[in-house]
């Protein structure tokens, strides 16, 4: 098994450092060192994400159901969302598309079972709002949404 990954603790002076090197550092001067596997770790969040962002401006919950769709226009997944009375609330889209598939570039839509107002903001270095367009019978169209 070759060691793709280490974390080097001080016990004494309670400092942690993490680190992804193929082998420690030989200067590496700790009371202990321990090899990780990173196979067995969940894969590093993407570094551009879009958040949906709903606000829910009735004195009633609403749920929002959304799903994802590429570019190509195959279905990547759906997820189910409870905004509370007067409550906002907000999910990454890679939080229901599978890894595998990303990097993502497509749409989401949403259907609620009350009128909510909808906002998408794609997060990375900076963030920038996304509009979302309105259909009616409470849905409503993120057309540009990323996770990558």
């Not at 321990?34 to 570094?47: E, H, M, N, R, W």
């Not at 189910?80 to 889209?93: D, N, S, T």
């Not at 949403?110 to 309105?134: C, E, F, M």
């Amino acid at each position: 098994m070759q060691l793709r990954g280490w974390i080097l603790a001080t016990l004494a002076g309670g400092a942690l450092l993490l680190g992804t090197w193929a082998t420690p550092p030989a200067s590496a001067n700790a009371d202990l060192v321990v090899a990780l596997d990173i196979i067995d770790q969940k894969p590093p969040a993407p570094a551009v994400n879009t958040a949906l962002v709903y606000t829910n401006t009735s004195n009633d919950d609403v749920e929002v159901k959304m799903a994802a769709t590429n570019h190509d226009g195959r279905s990547l997944g759906t997820h189910a969302l409870k905004i509370p009375a007067r409550g906002v609330r907000f999910v990454f889209v890679s939080q229901f598309i599978d890894p595998a598939d990303l990097p993502f570039v497509g749409w989401v839509e949403a259907k609620a079972t009350r009128r909510v107002h909808g906002t998408a903001v794609l997060v990375g270095l900076g963030a920038t709002d996304l509009p979302s367009q309105p259909r009616p019978h409470s849905r409503m169209i993120f057309p540009v949404t990323a996770a990558y």
